[in-house]
């Protein structure tokens, strides 16, 4: 059974940091591409960081040099690093999975990100 689980969300002031973390399981983890979305009120789902089995990471324009996603393949898990945060960023943020074997993408159930004073 494939379990993607989010933790580190939470109420944060603007100009506050975070860091998010992803535990995965059921999944061949050094073999798939790993990523953070999210999706504010009354909007779509959009992508913030990206990282490749092969460490090569994509970042959306909004979040460059705020943002950082890493991963461990010893401990099966991917962080995203928020820094410098904004109201603007207040959303679910969602893990996601793609496998680099079959194609099949993952999700998480998402965590409540939420930047205010």
């Known amino acids: 059974q494939v379990q993607l689980v989010e933790s580190g969300g939470g109420l944060v002031q603007p100009g506050g940091s975070l860091r998010l973390s992803c535990a995965a399981s059921?999944?061949?983890?050094?073999?798939?591409?790993m990523a953070w979305y999210r999706q504010a009120p009354g909007k779509g789902r959009e992508l913030v960081a990206r990282?490749?089995?092969?460490?090569?990471?994509t970042y959306a324009d909004s979040v460059k040099g705020r943002f950082a996603i890493s991963r461990d393949n010893a401990k099966n898990t991917v962080y995203l690093q928020m820094n410098s945060l904004k109201p603007e960023d207040t959303a679910v943020y969602y893990c996601?999975?793609?496998?680099?074997?079959?194609?099949?993408?993952?999700w998480g159930q998402g965590t409540q990100v939420t930047v205010s004073s």
């Open positions: 996601n999975s793609v496998s680099g074997i079959t194609g099949t993408n993952y």
């Open positions: 990282t490749t089995t092969g460490g090569t990471t």
């Open positions: 059921g999944i061949n983890f050094n073999r798939a591409t």
